[in-house]
């Protein structure tokens, strides 16, 4: 069987969303006709995802934070872990604690992090891990 074959008429039938809708049969579905409710994704697909956004966020810190590349390793995996959860720009948002990451007042960072809804409300345990990386590099 021509499989190269098979997947154009597969893309051409099916098309490309890259966001989830809701298909004839009203599944969850995304990319060229992947039924998300039924079949879900594979550990392997989840990983092949992952890379693709930590090397979109990377990109993208790249050009926002230029100065972070002088960060630990530490932090920059913290400040990728945020952005992760919150996006890019929900991590822009911590003005005053990338201003303290910026200078190296790691515990301003640390408290600034610390003080927000994302610490104290949405997911605390999450923030304090990552907050310590900051304090801690």
Same mark, same amino acid.
């Given at each position: 069987? $021509? ?9 051409? $039938? ?58 630990? $390793? ?22 005053k604690m990338l ?39």
């Open positions: 069987m $021509d499989i190269n074959k098979l997947k154009e008429e597969l893309t051409r $039938d099916e098309g490309f969303r890259s966001k989830p809708y809701r298909c004839t049969a009203n599944k969850l579905t995304i990319g060229i006709g992947r039924n998300i409710e039924d079949v879900g994704i594979t550990e392997e697909e989840a990983k092949y995802l992952l890379d693709n956004d930590v090397r979109r966020i990377i990109a993208e810190l790249d050009i926002l934070i230029p100065w972070w590349d002088d960060l630990t $390793d530490a932090r920059q995996r913290a400040l990728i872990n945020m952005a992760f959860q919150l996006g890019v720009n929900g991590l822009m948002g911590f003005k201003a303290a990451l910026e200078v190296g007042n790691y515990r301003e960072a640390c408290l600034e992090g610390l003080n927000s809804k994302w610490a104290k409300k949405d997911t605390p345990q999450r923030a304090y891990r990552i907050t310590r990386m900051l304090l801690e590099g």
